[in-house]
């Protein structure tokens, strides 16, 4: 990889290091190749003019639905990777629950064999923890692990057989993987398509409650506690499951927490009226939830941010809300929405954000922790926190465009992201613009 690329004058943000400053930054090579306050560029180098910009370790996503295998007309592992990459992502975590889930060598094998022919970035594959995501008979999480599955989930379905789920920590202990959990009561959820609350009730569709995400929080908690095994609780979205996860960790519990940035940006009450660009799981919560969320991610009680990025077909979205899929995407917009909502706002400092991308991710998942290093791969992203943006998924890379942020005027953006030493995104009406001095 003869590559060379020398970024001049950013502001180098490295939590993993804890390096925040001015630098210049070579790559070559697929390495980044130099570091120092002032390097002269050489014939070789593409020069970006970084002055102003935040140069990170390239972010992670711990929490990405690719549908590759058998529902590529919603999402493959080309335009998945290359929307990651368009948000400023050099990793994604895949989920399990494909056509057919990961629940087998042989499935793992074809992934792992897709992703080394298609995938432009890194991505690391999660196996289901039971057979078929049927919550009864476990997978070979062994075998499964040895194979490089980063982490076990039957995302989309929650363990309702606690007795399972206690035999299922305790194999997922012995492959030193975390399960990850999508906590929600089946049977207090059924039905329903929005949060269970006054607004919503007057649409006339049937709501879901707070209480079916934190029932199952609770009851999981218990199980942790019996086993003491590492549990991860993916887009959390109520008060009371951030207080029963502090508590859980007050214990002493080795338990940890994502949330997503449209839980972060959203409440019921941003909901359009029946546009099921609005309908995920969890649902969008009240306000006072919202703020827990942001108080949980200070506080440490939330440990990182994930997208859940859900992509669907046209058809299967603009349909009668009851009916319509569920989920929405987000890696495009997921670090604009967060600087907003968390940066801009003051609620926490860029340093605090970019780990809750990077260094986070990567600690709850076991993986190298992605810093900016002599020596070390060149997984970067570029960012200029004061880019003005609007958003259009029909432009964007991924092929479904089932956003509630579509039309939304964004401010920060990830306009150059490198993987492994290449150029993988640009935003190159951005760098001419700025190159030009306009």
Same mark, same amino acid.
Request: glycine share 8%; charged share 20%; aromatic share 4%.
């Given at each position: 990889?003869?590559?060379?690329?020398?970024?001049?004058?950013?502001?180098?943000?490295?939590?993993?290091?804890?390096?925040?400053?001015?630098?210049?930054?070579?790559?070559?090579?697929?390495?980044?190749?130099?570091?120092?306050?002032?390097?002269?560029?050489?014939?070789?180098?593409?020069?970006?003019?970084?002055?102003?910009?935040?140069?990170? @370790?390239?972010? $992670?996503?711990?929490?990405?639905?690719?549908?590759?295998?058998?529902?590529?007309?919603?999402?493959?592992?080309?335009? !998945?990777?290359?929307?990651?990459?368009?948000?400023? /992502?050099?990793? #994604?975590? +895949?989920?399990?629950?494909?056509?057919?889930?990961?629940?087998?060598?042989?499935?793992?094998?074809?992934?792992?064999?897709?992703?080394? =022919?298609?995938? #432009?970035?890194?991505?690391?594959?999660?196996?289901?923890?039971?057979?078929?995501?049927?919550?009864?008979?476990?997978?070979?999480?062994?075998?499964?692990?040895?194979? !490089?599955?980063?982490?076990?989930?039957?995302?989309?379905?929650? $363990? +309702?057989?606690?007795?399972?789920?206690? &035999?299922?920590?305790?194999?997922?202990?012995?492959? !030193?993987?975390? $399960?990850?959990?999508?906590? %929600?009561?089946?049977?207090?959820?059924?039905?329903?398509?929005?949060?269970? *609350?006054?607004?919503?009730?007057?649409?006339?569709?049937?709501? $879901?409650?707070?209480?079916?995400?934190?029932?199952?929080?609770?009851?999981?908690?218990?199980?942790? &506690?019996?086993?003491?095994?590492?549990?991860?609780?993916?887009?959390?979205? *109520?008060?009371?499951?951030?207080?029963?996860?502090?508590?859980?960790?007050?214990? !002493?519990?080795?338990?940890?927490?994502?949330?997503?940035?449209?839980?972060?940006?959203?409440?019921?009450?941003?909901? =359009?009226? /029946?546009?099921?660009?609005?309908?995920?799981?969890?649902?969008?919560?009240?306000?006072?939830?919202?703020?827990?969320?942001?108080?949980?991610?200070?506080?440490?009680?939330?440990?990182?941010?994930?997208?859940?990025?859900?992509?669907?077909? &046209?058809? =299967?979205?603009?349909?009668?809300?009851?009916?319509?899929?569920?989920?929405?995407?987000?890696?495009?917009?997921? /670090?604009?929405? *967060?600087? %907003?909502?968390?940066?801009?706002?003051?609620?926490?400092?860029?340093?605090?954000?970019?780990?809750?991308?990077?260094?986070?991710? +990567?600690?709850?998942?076991?993986?190298?922790? @992605?810093?900016?290093? #002599?020596?070390?791969?060149?997984?970067?992203?570029?960012?200029?926190?004061?880019?003005?943006?609007?958003?259009?998924?029909?432009?964007?890379?991924?092929?479904?465009?089932?956003?509630?942020?579509?039309?939304?005027?964004?401010?920060?953006?990830?306009?150059?992201?490198?993987?492994?030493?290449?150029?993988?995104? &640009?935003?190159?009406?951005?760098?001419?613009?700025?190159?030009?001095?306009?």
């Amino acid at each position: 990889m003869n590559e060379s690329i020398l970024f001049k004058g950013a502001t180098v943000i490295d939590p993993t290091s804890g390096f925040e400053g001015q630098q210049d930054v070579r790559v070559k090579d697929g390495i980044v190749a130099a570091m120092h306050a002032n390097l002269t560029a050489d014939e070789a180098d593409t020069v970006i003019a970084a002055r102003g910009l935040w140069l990170t @370790p390239g972010l $992670i996503d711990m929490h990405t639905h690719l549908r590759d295998l058998g529902q590529k007309d919603k999402e493959d592992l080309e335009s !998945g990777t290359k929307a990651a990459a368009a948000g400023g /992502f050099t990793t #994604v975590v +895949a989920m399990a629950n494909t056509d057919p889930p990961v629940d087998n060598s042989s499935t793992l094998a074809v992934l792992l064999a897709r992703i080394q =022919e298609r995938a #432009v970035i890194e991505v690391l594959p999660i196996a289901s923890v039971t057979k078929g995501l049927q919550g009864a008979e476990l997978t070979n999480m062994v075998e499964l692990s040895d194979m !490089g599955a980063v982490a076990f989930s039957d995302d989309g379905m929650c $363990i +309702a057989n606690l007795a399972v789920l206690r &035999r299922a920590l305790e194999y997922a202990r012995l492959t !030193g993987r975390r $399960i990850i959990s999508h906590a %929600e009561d089946k049977d207090l959820s059924v039905g329903g398509s929005l949060q269970e *609350c006054c607004g919503t009730s007057s649409y006339g569709i049937k709501g $879901i409650p707070s209480a079916s995400e934190t029932a199952a929080v609770a009851r999981e908690i218990e199980i942790v &506690r019996l086993t003491n095994a590492p549990y991860h609780f993916t887009h959390i979205s *109520c008060a009371a499951s951030v207080q029963l996860i502090d508590r859980a960790k007050q214990d !002493g519990l080795p338990i940890t927490a994502d949330v997503t940035p449209h839980h972060l940006a959203l409440s019921v009450d941003d909901i =359009e009226p /029946f546009d099921s660009n609005y309908k995920m799981k969890p649902p969008l919560r009240l306000q006072s939830d919202q703020a827990a969320l942001v108080a949980g991610l200070k506080d440490g009680t939330i440990d990182a941010i994930a997208t859940d990025h859900a992509p669907h077909t &046209r058809m =299967e979205k603009e349909t009668v809300l009851e009916d319509a899929a569920v989920g929405v995407i987000g890696l495009e917009t997921a /670090f604009s929405i *967060c600087y %907003e909502k968390l940066v801009a706002s003051g609620a926490l400092k860029p340093s605090h954000l970019v780990e809750l991308f990077t260094t986070k991710p +990567a600690q709850i998942l076991s993986l190298p922790l @992605p810093t900016l290093k #002599v020596g070390l791969p060149a997984n970067i992203t570029l960012i200029d926190p004061g880019h003005r943006w609007a958003y259009d998924p029909r432009s964007g890379a991924s092929k479904s465009h089932n956003s509630p942020f579509a039309g939304r005027l964004m401010t920060g953006k990830a306009i150059l992201t490198v993987f492994r030493g290449k150029i993988v995104y &640009r935003d190159d009406t951005y760098l001419s613009s700025r190159n030009n001095g306009a």
